[in-house]
């Protein structure tokens, strides 16, 4: 059974890099109709989709991000990476990371369970 | 970007009772329309892909329906562990945009 976990701090200053890491376990990222998205909420506020990479390591992000997000995997330890630049308070949130599936619409059929991240000092 | 727009914001109903959601597509979208479940601290969990497809698992009393820009979410016999907010979400375009959430509660 494919699962998936974020992790990375849970505090970052204001000004600085969010890292954060997905890692797949229970199947390969290269494996199937996949894309892998990261995705983030803010407390009480609808999801927000960042961005995604796909099995060809092409990424795709919202332009309203795209110049501070970085999004890449590393396919021998089946994990996908982001990275946002100079964050600040409004960049606090949930980050998931999410499959998006072809034989499902591309409809996001497994998330991990989310890294919570507050930018602050 | 696709707007998605959800209504009602929140909604009362009592065990047994049926509910529908609907959400609104600012262009068309085709079919290209999911919609998930989200408890508190949870990740969402979809129920319905493709406008009216049922995921795996999910039970039947939950379904979908519409395609273009007009779509609803259908809840029959309302069971505890079905409150808790409802997301519709667009995968026709990137950047993929989510309505902006319906809370259910009991009443």
């Known amino acids: 059974q494919v699962q998936l976990q974020e992790s990375g701090p849970g505090l970052v200053p204001p000004s600085q890099t969010l890292s954060l890491t997905c890692t797949v376990s229970?199947?390969?990222?290269?494996?199937?109709?996949?894309?892998w998205s990261w995705i983030r909420q803010p407390a009480g506020k609808e999801p927000e989709w960042i961005g995604r990479?796909?099995?060809?390591?092409?990424?795709t992000k919202n332009p309203s991000l795209a110049s501070r997000v970085a999004i890449s995997a590393d396919t021998s330890k089946n994990q996908v990476f982001l990275k946002l630049s100079s964050v600040t308070a409004a960049d606090t949130a949930v980050y998931f990371c999410?499959?998006?599936?072809?034989?499902?619409?591309?409809?996001?059929?497994?998330w991990g369970q989310g890294a919570r991240v507050t930018v602050s000092s | 970007d696709i707007q998605m727009t959800q209504s009602p914001s929140s909604l009362s109903a009592s065990v047994g009772d049926s509910v529908t959601i609907t959400c609104r597509a600012s262009?068309?979208?085709?079919?290209?329309l999911s919609w998930s479940q989200q408890k508190p601290g949870k990740a969402p969990k979809l129920l319905i892909y493709?406008?009216?497809f049922l995921q795996s698992g999910v039970p039947s009393r939950f379904s979908g329906g519409g395609s273009g820009t007009d779509f609803t979410l259908t809840i029959s016999r309302l069971q505890p562990e079905d409150f808790g907010t409802y997301y519709c979400?667009?995968?026709?375009?990137?950047?993929?945009?989510f309505g902006q959430g319906t809370k259910l509660e009991l009443k």
């Open positions: 999410a499959r998006e599936e072809a034989n499902l619409g591309s409809a996001f059929g497994l």
């Open positions: 262009q068309s979208i085709s079919s290209f």
């Open positions: 229970g199947g390969s990222i290269n494996a199937g109709s996949y894309f």
């Open positions: 979400q667009q995968t026709y375009s990137t950047p993929y945009t």
């Open positions: 990479i796909d099995t060809f390591m092409r990424s």
């Open positions: 493709s406008a009216s």
